[in-house]
């Protein structure tokens, strides 16, 4: 059995702890079981290990994602990479794709497609293992999971189960309404309709025929390469809506989307995350600091406070729901991201009268890990080694680093670094342009 | 006539915009004439020059004040510096000697002590030029400004003139009274007591009497080197109480001590400062920010939230008046401060497991100014200039940097730096102690 986990979206509901780099699955914020914090993805993961579900996982992502994953998860997650980002049918029929011709999966094998951002409990994962159970005993060639609503939402898809099965575990499907206003949700409420929820099984042969409609590939490399030819649409659309036999398990149980501040505060690990200090008159508040600098709050209510590189988030959590047009365009750049080797900050950017820009970053690698080799043409940069031990390459040569040292790289200069224990360095960039993107990468062997 | 500033306070109820190295009065938050911002400070010496008083200023403060003074106000601003704080009675003490024994003052010129702080209209300096009248007029020793109550207060000192001089221009004072509880207070307010406004005009001989009392120094520099000798006490006591000719000015006009966020934030030049945007939804609500970061805030009213490289105040305006208790230990240092070359701002501060420590700042210094030739014993920094140009000495060693260049400067290096165009510079500063304190200065011959 194969589990495929849909790790997507962007978005800046939750701005300024989640950016183009940094979705909501990312932020470790939630409380784990020993004690520590963890993100959604890594919650999902960690539960799966601990359900019935005996699946080997397949995060299906995209490049931008690509780094976070490997540093949240480790490096043996196996990983789906779209090209480009398209719409769930496509990411999905690459992440069947890649069972089925790179890791040679059997068209009899049931795969589960499921969202890496649910906040469920055990509960949530033992439907799963029904569902699966239900493919594998020829129940429907589509199984799906149905939430039960809660009040008429208008956010979500919902699915129609035929009324004479009303009550059994398993129902067929008689029709799917995406997302509708009001007084239609309450109709379909009074038809016992349920929430789509976004998890999907079927056997690999099912979807792999439908992938096949579209493009017949040798391989899954001409698969990938030839990505841009599956039409951007939604897996409900162009397979469970017309997928003929469809049957839904009902799940009842805590199940939450937890993709604006106000749902996500309800269930942080603690008011008070980072340097924070909150007062004696300050109910329902709840504050998120990821900056060195403190955080006081005192004579609010019911507010969310949020605060990263990125900037600095005040909000009633009524209108938490918002902000995203406010906070679109307020940040340039991401000033944080996690990546293969670590993570940076983003500290400062000026640009100055001429145009010319700096930037200060604190880059943090992990021990063994490496930035490739790599130039830019458009700035130079400084490092200063401020603790740990390092090898760098420029140009071909190697030397030793350790605190206190400088590096210069010059324009087109090729250098790379890796950590020989954890390693923190501040870096000035400075240069007409400085964007992530100009980067020119080499082979090194280490 | 000479009017003294009293230039003092530290403390963190406008935290985090004031810390020790930056009090009230130095906050550019007020809208100018001309347009832009102007800090209390700066307001009240433009509102000097543009009144009525012809007097020479010197300004009494702390060594901690000296060089933000130097960096608002000009090279040229007369300023006596007493060597360790003390109180209002010795530090007016030592600028009287500074009047008398070094720029040679006659006992007959008339002084004016005033607060640097009080946000006022014209009509406050008319007043001060109508004591200074008084006082050329013998009307009495000591003539000070009665602030007509507009509540019982118990922040403030009171002053009670005698009833039988009730409506007139010049009221002679019958006693003081310091904070009342409300009861006493609402008893003086009935006995048209004034509050006591903190200014004061007298005959500089009068006051160079009473230091005498203590210190009968040769020169000033006699007097400042003995100063720990004058006694710890207001001049409202030892001074004001004692007098046996005491006269009133009453002064009726606009008169705000803007020492709270609630206060200051009704007299800002806007209520967003900085890179801020502020939703549809937050009446009463003002930020101010001083990071590069944006600040968005929406769904809250009547709050102040305020950012600077000390730290985030989000505060209902009501509570923001009992915010010290909490702030005051949240700061380990002053992570901004002006200096008489410019300013600095700290980005970053981390401490190592081994107890080493790395600390990365901002310096702005401005053309023509210069850094100290000075050494550190615990710290090495690393400076990139990104912006400029400007002239190092490294242990006697002159060179040119410009954008680009880096400096490193070990432990017990003499290095200096000067401006010739307004420069910017990285530093990072890397050692086992990182505090401004860790300094030895040396003369350099620009």
Redesign the interface.
């Known amino acids: 059995m194969q589990i495929i986990l849909l790790s997507g979206g962007s978005g800046k509901r939750l701005?300024?702890l989640s950016n183009n780099a940094r979705s909501k699955q990312f932020l470790p914020l939630l409380q784990s079981p020993d004690g520590n914090v963890e993100s959604m993805v890594q919650r999902v993961v960690r539960q799966i290990g601990e359900s019935r579900l005996s699946g080997t996982i397949t995060i299906a992502t995209n490049s931008a994602q690509h780094d976070i994953i490997i540093n949240q998860l480790g490096d043996n997650v196996d990983t789906v990479t779209e090209p480009e980002r398209r719409d769930t049918f496509p990411a999905i029929a690459l992440a069947s794709g890649y069972l089925s011709m790179a890791k040679g999966c059997s068209a009899d094998e049931v795969v589960v497609i499921m969202p890496c951002d649910p906040y469920t409990e055990t509960e949530y994962f033992d439907v799963i293992a029904d569902m699966v159970a239900a493919v594998e005993n020829d129940a429907a060639d589509l199984v799906l999971m149905g939430i039960t609503p809660t009040y008429p939402s208008t956010k979500f898809g919902y699915v129609v189960p035929m009324s004479e099965d009303s009550g059994k575990d398993i129902l067929r499907v008689k029709r799917f309404t995406e997302k509708p206003d009001v007084q239609r949700a309450e109709e379909l409420l009074a038809q016992n309709a349920f929430w789509n929820g976004g998890v999907f099984a079927f056997r690999l042969g099912y979807m792999v025929n439908i992938l096949e409609k579209y493009i017949s590939a040798a391989s899954f490399e001409e698969l990938r390469s030839r990505y841009g030819e599956l039409p951007k649409i939604s897996f409900d659309y162009e397979v469970a809506e017309k997928a003929e036999s469809v049957a839904v398990l009902p799940f009842n149980g805590k199940w939450k989307d937890l993709g604006t501040w106000n749902s996500l505060t309800e269930e942080l690990s603690s008011n008070a995350i980072g340097n924070v200090?909150i007062?004696e008159?300050a109910p329902n508040t709840h504050?998120v600091?990821e900056?060195?600098?403190?955080?006081?709050?005192?004579?609010?209510s019911d507010?969310v406070?949020a605060?990263s590189?990125?900037?600095?988030?005040?909000?009633?959590?009524?209108?938490?729901e918002n902000?995203k047009n406010?906070?679109d365009n307020?940040?340039p750049r991401p000033?944080y991201e996690e990546r293969r080797w670590g993570s940076y900050?983003v500290?400062?950017?000026?640009t100055?009268n001429d145009g010319?820009m700096?930037l200060?970053k604190?880059l943090q690698l992990k021990s063994g890990r490496y930035i490739s080799y790599q130039l830019h043409n458009h700035r130079?940069e400084?490092w200063?080694i401020?603790?740990g031990e390092g090898v760098v390459v420029i140009d071909g040569a190697i030397r030793n680093v350790t605190?206190?040292d400088?590096v210069?790289i010059k324009k087109g200069q090729k250098h790379a670094i890796k950590a020989l224990t954890d390693l923190?360095i501040?870096e000035?960039q400075?240069g007409d342009s400085l964007v992530e993107e100009d980067i020119l990468r080499f082979d090194w062997e280490w």
Not at 291 to 300: E, R
Not at 309 to 320: F, H, M, N, T
């Open positions: 701005w300024p200090v007062g008159n504050v600091n900056l060195g600098m403190p955080v006081f709050c005192n004579g609010v507010v406070v605060a590189p990125d900037g600095i988030l005040v909000c009633g959590k009524e209108y938490s902000i406010y906070v307020l940040s000033m900050r500290l400062d950017t000026t100055y010319y700096s200060t604190v130079e400084m200063t401020v603790d605190r206190g400088v210069a923190q501040v000035v400075m």
